[in-house]
C-alpha cells in the first residue's frame, strides 16, 4: 500500500504571513492524484486543492498553491495571506484507481 | 454542485444492536462511494471502498461481515455496523466520486456520523 507522510503534526502561522505544510508519499505508480483537504472543527472535509500527477504545474487556488516534485514525491502547501479561517486539521491525500491513502494530519494555528 | 449527505448526523445505540447509516451524493452520480473511519484527532482510515452495483473491497483488519456495505444505486450507499460494540464508536465518513478517469476525479465528503455504542 501507498504510504502518505506528513511531518508535522503542528504548525503556527501569524495572520496575514504565509506557511507551508510539508506532505511525502510513496508511490511506484506513475498516474496518480494529489489532494490537500482541510478540516474544521465542524469535522467536514473540504476540498482545498488538487494535482494531477501527469501536470508538471503546480495547482494553484487563490491563496493555496502547492510545490510538487514528482520524482522527490513531496507535495507541500503554501497558504499565503493566512487569515483565521484557515486555522484547521489539514491531510494530505493520495488517489489511483486502486487506493486512496490520507496523511496523518497537520494541525494549523493561526494567531492574530 | 458536488453534494454529500449522511443520515444520521449521530447515532447512540446499545451494544449488539446493528447501526444503518447512509451515504448520498445528491447533485451527481457516483460510481464509487468510500468509507472511512476517524478516531478524535487522528486521520480518516480507509475501511472500504464501493462501486454501483458490485460487492465492496474492504482494506485489510476490516471485517466485512461487521461493516456490511451496500451501493445499490449510484446515489446511495450504506454501511451497516451489525452487532456493535463499544469499541466501534467512531467518527464514520463517507465520499463519494465520479469514475476514475482523468481530471474529473474528486472525492465529495459528507458530514460525517458519529456513532456511540453503550
Known amino acids: 500500500a501507498q504510504t502518505v507522510t506528513q511531518s508535522q503534526p503542528e504548525m503556527s502561522v501569524q495572520e496575514a504571513e504565509t506557511v507551508t505544510l510539508s506532505c511525502t508519499y510513496d508511490t511506484s505508480e506513475s498516474d496518480y492524484y494529489l489532494f490537500w483537504y482541510k478540516q474544521p472543527p465542524s469535522r467536514q472535509m473540504i476540498l482545498v486543492i488538487r494535482?494531477?500527477?501527469?501536470?508538471?504545474q503546480n495547482a494553484t487556488e487563490n491563496r493555496f498553491s502547492v510545490n510538487f516534485q514528482k520524482a522527490a514525491k513531496s507535495f507541500s502547501l503554501k497558504i499565503s495571506d493566512s487569515q483565521l479561517g484557515d486555522a484547521a486539521m489539514y491531510f494530505c491525500a493520495y488517489r489511483s484507481s486502486n487506493d486512496m491513502r490520507f496523511g496523518a494530519g497537520t494541525r494549523l494555528t493561526v494567531k492574530p | 454542485g458536488a453534494v454529500v449527505s449522511q443520515h444520521p448526523s449521530r447515532v447512540i445505540c446499545k451494544s449488539g444492536t446493528s447501526v444503518k447509516i447512509e451515504c448520498r451524493s445528491l447533485?451527481?452520480?457516483?460510481?464509487?462511494m468510500f468509507w472511512y473511519r476517524q478516531f478524535p484527532k487522528k486521520s480518516l482510515m480507509l475501511m472500504a471502498t464501493?462501486?454501483?452495483?458490485?460487492?465492496?473491497?474492504?482494506e485489510q483488519g476490516v471485517e466485512k461481515d461487521k461493516f456490511l456495505i451496500n451501493h445499490a444505486s449510484l446515489t446511495l450507499s450504506t454501511l451497516t455496523v451489525t452487532s456493535a460494540h463499544p469499541e466501534d464508536s467512531s467518527f464514520y465518513i463517507c465520499?463519494?466520486?465520479?469514475?476514475?478517469?482523468?481530471?474529473?476525479?474528486?472525492?465529495?465528503f459528507g458530514p460525517g456520523t458519529r456513532l456511540t455504542v453503550l
Open positions: 465520499s463519494a466520486s465520479t469514475p476514475w478517469a482523468g481530471s474529473t476525479d474528486t472525492q465529495y
Open positions: 494535482q494531477e500527477a501527469y501536470k508538471q
Open positions: 447533485d451527481f452520480q457516483a460510481t464509487t
Open positions: 464501493s462501486n454501483e452495483g458490485s460487492k465492496a473491497t474492504y
